[in-house]
């Protein structure tokens, strides 16, 4: 029983997370929220692409 709870809560936190990351995408250079307002920027200036902004944290970048 407490390995099928562990699972159910796993997948629920997973999804949570997923959920955040795609409703936080953000077309321009403009994040959301408490984000560093140029995430663009931010990532270039670290030799990345901007990805996504995670809110009320900061920005998500890719290589």
């Not at 936190?13 to 929220?33: A, F, M, P």
């Not at 995430?39 to 030799?47: F, N, V």
């Amino acid at each position: 029983m407490s390995r099928l709870l562990i699972f159910i809560l796993t997948a629920v936190v997973l999804s949570v997370i997923i959920d955040i990351l795609n409703n936080s995408k953000v077309e321009g250079q403009y994040c959301c929220y408490t984000c560093i307002p140029d995430c663009s920027k931010s990532c270039q200036d670290s030799g990345l692409r901007f990805k996504a902004c995670i809110p009320y944290r900061s920005c998500l970048c890719q290589y």
